[in-house]
């Protein structure tokens, strides 16, 4: 819990990435956080504002590699490393600093079972002890838990964008499991900083594509949830696309609803589970939202319109991919750690335009 | 049939669209057209070049009302006005004209089941007889009619987009039709040039939506084509985007297959069914199209991909709505009609980066 | 001055634009603040959300006209109505409320010379005795002026990126006063929400053009500034041009300096007149800003650059439009004139990306 | 001459980047062309079609390397590659083969000053007996030599933009020689295919930078070709900018006449020297172009405006910078090289939007 005056010392992992950079604007804007350490492999001995001018003139420890930051001086890390690094850089920073909190935004300790890891991630899991005490940290649904663990396993951005409507129809059985198509469309900036053709501006612009199709990573995660919330195995479809555009997260979902469920029983489904929560707005029936408006925001904008079909549904769901999608979510869970209001630090309404 | 040395006089009807000066652009690069007509009755006097820049230079007829045309120095007319107007237009010119031939850029005649118009649409047909002579025109499906008629009904560019794909498949019986989702995404350049405060840049850039969930009036014409090949109704789940880009459709199409049909045999059909096709090109099985391919082009290319679960497909599909989607294909149409190379004035390679 | 307990009311005219909806959101997360009253005329009787959805779920005034509001329960006025409107509304409100304080921001109240006025707006200046009162709102050059007034003038989002880097040279006597070319570049917020064809998004995107060559209103306030720093006429070559991107201008100021003066001294100018200030940057010597940094902060990134020939410089200043060229300003003066730290409910990094 | 019914034979070597797609796209429809030999080094043994897919279904050579192609059996080669290396591969075929016809896009024979070249590009020049022969081919300026030379050096992009519209007034000794100003903003596809952090599309869209500020290598291009005009030393100030877009470049040059030469005057040089020509187009007096009107075109559209203060004038520039700016000049000086009309395989007409 948080002592009143004393800030809370927060470590940031692989903050040359872009939710690195998410986190520092975020925290750096926190009451009662203190950054003391921002680590950047390859690019340490750098000042922050040397790779991220946005924080010119903003007072900030320079970068420095993982093994010069000293963890005695630090209460939290938020750890924005690639997967199969991170694992060991965890175990290694709970066995030696039993009292330290982390929030984790890869997707090594997402998947509680670790067969289903080795699947999709291609090599095994090495950090079995630590994964055994990660929450899974969509913060709406496991709020409870986050709030008492040691690790926040923060989700996937198209993760979260379909597990927020989905999870409560299917903990509802309104839906029919065996025919949910999920068509996921994110902005660019989810693909991170790496130098790569395919996310050159030129051969983004002006056009649209999917990737990883039948095969995306993600779907690992919502087959956890899904399956888990119905409890049987679900196995959607999910495709997930990238549209021209830096921000943003746009999941279409058709379902088929069971036992004569109306688009106005999932409407109202979705409402009651996400009533009281300040970053899921459940539109009015029928209205159909748009992932600009949620940009800059931690919120998840969730509508539901009737097919002209009896008994088909489609749901829409979006957020800003850096924010409730990653950095945005991890500073949510950080706060329901630490004592602190869910929405500390993090904006409420998007910036449009 | 043309006749050799003596150019087609050419109408355009509503030039001062985005179709319409796409039509221009194409046509203007056709060695056997004269464009001798262009109107637009709300600029009529104007220059093309005022209202289109990119003209600045060419020697084209200035814009006049539909009145003012002499319909007696034209051979064909292109209708790019908008449905409702559209059918008296026509109607008098067919029947003013009989020598006269139309490619209707518009909604229709697209719609052989005047009910279905009336439902769709909210009005009446007012050109039934003109409506029966009408040809759908897909020309890789309806070549041999499109060839011989009078009035080809150019279809909607979504429409287009997924009806390349999936008809092929549901005439071969390999898939199931009660499951069938089509998630569609388009640029902006689609919706016109009519002014309006959700058409901003400020209001599309940087952001994604759906818009006409569940009630979009091309679901009408993938009803038609879809149930007409499969013999009997099929109702797809149909959800077009708006996507920040001017130019490209681009259908997400989820698929179940029958009788144990594979990915493999998905894909053989397609590419069978379009093996001689200047403008249709299956890619490798497995390969995933991007819309920035076929920008510019004519063309509409196509993938199949094998889910992770047996049984499953994805197919995806796309074209560049103002050329395949619009105006090249009535170009293509044209060339059909008239007895030149389909591909004459219309790119075969798209304009990328 | 702020009573400690007791919220300022605030009213924002104009609410249904992008700067009133700025507005909104800034002051919405200012913690001295509470919104009282929000108008537009047009959309009266709606709520913000409908507007803008961003607000879905925020506890916001509907909006009314302005006739509706109560003015007495207001203590401050963010005036986001068209020019020439503006001059009644602000002249009535001063006259009914004497301890009402406003910030405008039109253009009505900017230029001290009401010739100047006339000439540039085409119609005489008709609140003459308000007029007198005004402050031109650059924050960090009148402060002290702004800090008193009840009336702010809050400059043009062009005008307030090229004074700031101007200015401090003029009054230094390092630049050749006839050989100015400001060359700014804006992204397409600035241009409001009203629905215009040339600002579709298809008209828009993937290109780049000029606009009021010659002849910017904006033009008036360099003149006005820069003159009267300069101690005589001084008359810029400004060129404002529109890109294809929602928030930004980018200004490029090419410069030749006085009596031998190198790039060195120009950047020590500059420097100094900055340094204590939150939300100007002068970058290192060389170092080129980028408008992509200060997009969602309240900052001004401002750059000097040596050109090959001796006694060139090139400055470079950058602000979002929408915060430090307009809403941001204006919270920052409203801080100013309330006594709140300047930075209170305004960001100080950018979002990037 | 062109023998009739014979093609020439046309080798692309650096086909795997954007100019050399264009190349392919734009020869690919040209009559009197095939292309026989596609060169990439690093790509070698792949299709055209695996590199860009928008050639998908083309019939074209696949990728070797350079040592790979027979020379005896092309008659011209269009040379993409790097700066450096070209040279050298130059001096090599024209020695080897003295029938061969070459036109150069990379920078290596535009400067006729070796020292010069030397300056700039920090390296000697290693072929000074072909670059005499070299003619600079902005076609409209130097049409009589490249008509009869072997090697064309295809201008820069900013080059081309920058110089057709100011050499015509420095000839006519309109302008005042110290006092240009050059402000230039270029799309994204004129920065090449190779993968930089700085190219991304989080990195580029939504946000507006200049680069090269005061020592971009175009400037010695302008250097050359001014004072070549003028007939002494001009030393224009000239920066670049990178807008978010693919193509278009977009050139706002401030001006000021001598003896008292109006706006009318300067437009009236533009017109006239540019009155025959297919791909120049000096709009009406006033009238301001866009860079999308071109897009697609080998068009440059020249504007003319008179500023509030006499004796300035603004004229405005603009090519696509693939197109006029690259790829389509190459086409159109192969043209002029082998006596076809300049505009075959290129398009006269800009594809907006």
Known sequence: MADAGQKIRAGIFGASGYTGAELVRLLGQHPQVEITALTADRKAGQAMAEVFPQFIGR???ALTTIREVNTDAIDVVFCALPHGTTQHVIADLMMDQPSLRIVDLSADFRLSDVAEYAKWYGHNHEALDQQKEAVYGVTELYR???????????PGCHSTTAILPVVPLLRAGLIDTD???????????????????????????????????????????????????????????????????????????????????????????????YSGETFVQVLPLGQVPQSRHVRGSNNCQ?????????????VISTVDNLLKGASGQAVQNFNAMFGFPESTALAISGMFP
């Open 144 to 154: 409870d838990a986050i709030v008492k663990t040691r690790l926040t396993a923060n």
């Open 302 to 314: 969730i509508g539901v319109v009737a097919d002209r079909v009896e008994g088909r549904v489609i």
């Open 179 to 273: 025919c949910i198509v999920i068509d996921s469309k994110t902005g660019m900036s989810g693909a991170g900083r790496s130098a790569s053709e395919a996310m050159l501006f030129s051969e983004v612009a002006e056009g649209l594509h999917a990737y990883g199709v039948g095969k995306h990573r993600h779907t690992a995660e919502l087959d956890q949830e899904f399956s888990k919330a119905a409890g049987h195995e679900v196995l959607a479809s999910f495709t997930p696309h990238l549209a021209p555009m830096i921000r943003g997260i746009y999941a279409t979902i058709y379902l088929r609803t069971k036992g004569g469920a109306s688009a106005g029983d999932v409407h109202k489904a979705l409402a009651d589970a």
């Open 59 to 61: 007072d900030l420890p």
